[in-house]
């Protein structure tokens, strides 16, 4: 199973970028599926998640510090999770990983995820 994310780059504050992250291999129905990102020098930290809730309903997680800026959507029959990031400051500066699960997990966690992306840099101007 591969994470293969994309859409990150350069922007001002304020501006607006959707990351995109497509899971292809084997046969795969990630439960879970979330985005972290480690800025310079700091740890990684968890930013959104999305799980299965039935069909193609899903249940939203956010970071405080995201809540009310980015959304996370999926389609389950591409396999793939998108992170609409809006209104962006410049201590959105980060790498930005995805990571998925075929379990039930706790999604802001990141021992719980068994794949990731190679991750893909926002870089936020002031």
């Known amino acids: 199973v591969q994470l293969q994310a994309s859409g990150g780059g350069l922007v001002q504050a304020g501006a607006s970028l959707r990351l995109s992250c497509v899971a292809s291999?084997?046969?795969?129905?990630?439960?879970?599926m979330g985005w972290f990102r480690q800025a310079p020098g700091k740890e990684k930290e968890f930013v959104a998640s999305?799980?299965?809730?039935?069909?193609?309903?899903?249940?939203?997680d956010f970071a405080d510090f995201v809540r009310g800026r980015f959304t996370i959507a999926r389609d389950n029959a591409k396999n793939t999770v998108y992170l609409q990031m809006n209104s962006l400051k410049p201590e959105d500066t980060a790498v930005y990983y995805c990571?998925?699960?075929?379990?039930?997990?706790?999604?802001?966690?990141?021992?719980?995820?068994?794949?990731w992306g190679q991750g893909t840099l926002v870089t936020v101007s002031s």
């Open positions: 999305a799980a299965r809730s039935g069909g193609s309903l899903y249940y939203a």
């Open positions: 990571a998925a699960s075929e379990y039930r997990i706790n999604p802001k966690l990141q021992s719980g995820y068994d794949y």
């Open positions: 291999g084997r046969t795969f129905s990630p439960y879970t």
